[in-house]
T-cell receptor
Framework: DAMVIQNPRYQVTQFGKPVTLSCSQT?????MYWYQQKSSQAPKLLFH???????NEADTPDNFQSRRPNTSFCFLDIRSPGLGDAAMYLC???????????FGPGTRLTVT | QKEVEQDPGPLSVPEGAIVSLNCTYS??????FMWYRQYSRKGPELLMY????GNKEDGRFTAQVDKSSKYISLFIRDSQPSDSATYLC??????????FGQGTELSVKP
């Protein structure tokens, strides 16, 4: 089945220790998104790629970076995680920007 | 004022009840409206996608959009315990980013 896969599902990192979250998709979609979702809150868009074109949201902290080496994979790098970065990180894809977004299961990040 | 307002609940109903979930919005440019279901510790799953005023039905689910009132609803008929989840409304304008509501936590009791 075509799908969006996120690894790991659970990640524990120490305060200030860089961490990378991974997303892959078998849908061959052009657009890949990263969202941050804190408990009982709406998902918040961090950035998205349209093909290799990176689009950062204005309020996304510099601490968050992303890479998309090919169509199938996208990575979220948190350079120096703080306690406030503990959240669920969701990857989503869509064929085009105006199309429906399909979400992965998320990676729950804990910062100790 | 948030662009999208959604009552966070929690909402608890008995099995078989009709559930009504609602969102209001302030941006009249929104054209596309979605409802996602999110089970605990999982990613959101797309339930309904509409782009015009009126009703759209899919099984036990009906999505309703009233653009004149800037109000959207999701109705669940014959609710089941497996419907227990958080329901997120989401919307956007042409070419814009998706704006989510806070989500309504629903519990259907057997």
């Amino acid at each position: 089945d075509a799908m969006v896969i996120q690894n790991p599902r659970y990640q524990v990192t120490q305060f200030g220790k860089p961490v990378t979250l991974s997303c892959s998709q078998t849908l061959n979609h052009n657009v890949m998104y990263w969202y941050q979702q804190k408990s009982s809150q709406a998902p918040k868009l961090l950035f998205h790629y349209y093909d290799k074109d990176f689009n950062n949201e204005a309020d996304t902290p510099d601490n968050f970076q992303s890479r998309r080496p090919n169509t199938s994979f996208c990575f979220l790098d948190i350079r120096s995680p703080g306690l406030g970065d503990a959240a669920m990180y969701l990857c989503a894809t869509s064929s085009e920007r105006q199309d429906e977004q399909y979400f992965g299961p998320g990676t729950r990040l804990t910062v100790t | 004022q948030k662009e999208v307002e959604q009552d966070p609940g929690p909402l608890s109903v008995p099995e078989g009840a009709i559930v009504s979930l609602n969102c209001t919005y302030s941006n009249s440019a929104f054209q596309y409206f979605m409802w996602y279901r999110q089970y605990s510790r999982k990613g959101p799953e797309l339930l309904m996608y509409t782009y015009s005023s009126g009703n759209k039905e899919d099984g036990r689910f009906t999505a309703q959009v009233d653009k004149s009132s800037k109000y959207i609803s999701l109705f669940i008929r014959d609710s089941q315990p497996s419907d227990s989840a958080t329901y997120l409304c989401a919307m956007r304008n042409q070419g814009g980013k998706l704006i989510f509501g806070q989500g309504t936590e629903l519990s259907v009791k057997p």
